[in-house]
């Protein structure tokens, strides 16, 4: 069955810190992956998306990530963290196999302090 | 602007009470879809649409209607709401579904006492 774990349920960061948010997902054929941010009482948002390729895809906002098959993960990456990026961030995996279903992870939680 | 639009973005409502909550596009995509976002649980799809007349079933539709008459509508019908329908919920877009990510309404925070 399709899944998308991801680790972390909370990560606090200083701003101007690299940042590193984790995702791991259970699929039986090549992926799409996706990486969503949803700040307060907003919908969510695209941050980027992987479907075939290279495997380092770069995203609105700085953002970037890098898809590793052998590890089965799709790690979402910023070089520098602004407090601006304060969120909940959502991994999500989509595919021929997943007929048109799309599976979202649990959600990570990002605080970022001064 | 190329928008989801929900309505309404909160809503409370007694037991049994049926109500629709209404989501429009205006990007002409074929795929719409409902989930509901709950504490740890992530966001779950409740239904999808690949189209016109075209519905099914997503991971938790139990309790849930939709219908899909136009385009650009995809309503939610709860025909008798319950308290663990409580939640939060989005409607999301896409041009040809997972393959291009969708694009999510708002939300509607809907109480169910």
């Known amino acids: 069955a399709q899944s998308v774990t991801q680790p972390d349920i909370h990560i606090t960061v200083s701003e101007g810190a690299s940042l590193e948010l984790r995702c791991n997902y259970s699929?039986?054929?090549?992926?799409?992956l996706f990486w969503y941010v949803q700040s307060p009482g907003q919908g969510l948002q695209l941050l980027l998306k992987?479907?075939?390729?290279?495997?380092l895809v770069q995203g609105i906002k700085g953002f970037e990530a890098e898809f590793k098959r052998s590890q089965s993960s799709f790690n979402l990456r910023k070089p520098s963290v602004h407090w601006s990026d304060a969120a909940e961030y959502f991994c999500?995996?989509?595919?021929?196999?997943?007929?048109?279903?799309?599976?979202f992870g649990t959600g990570t939680s990002l605080t970022v302090i001064p | 602007e190329a928008q989801v639009t929900q309505n309404p973005r909160y809503l409370i409502t007694v037991t049994g009470k049926k109500l629709t909550v209404t989501c429009s596009q205006n990007?002409?995509?074929?795929?719409m879809s409902w989930y509901r976002q709950d504490p740890g649980l992530g966001l779950r799809q409740i239904y999808y649409?690949?189209?016109?007349?075209?519905?099914d079933k997503g991971d938790v539709p139990e309790g849930y209607k939709v219908s899909r008459k136009e385009k650009r509508n995809f309503p939610l019908i709860l025909e008798s709401p319950s308290p663990n329908q409580t939640s939060l919920y989005f409607c999301?877009?896409?041009?040809?579904?997972?393959?291009?990510?969708?694009?999510f309404g708002s939300g509607t925070r809907l109480t169910v006492v």
């Open positions: 999301a877009s896409s041009f040809r579904g997972q393959t291009y990510g969708y694009t």
């Open positions: 699929y039986g054929a090549t992926p799409y």
């Open positions: 992987y479907f075939s390729g290279d495997t």
């Open positions: 999500a995996v989509g595919g021929a196999n997943t007929g048109n279903q799309f599976y």
């Open positions: 990007m002409n995509h074929e795929y």
């Open positions: 649409s690949m189209n016109v007349e075209v519905t």
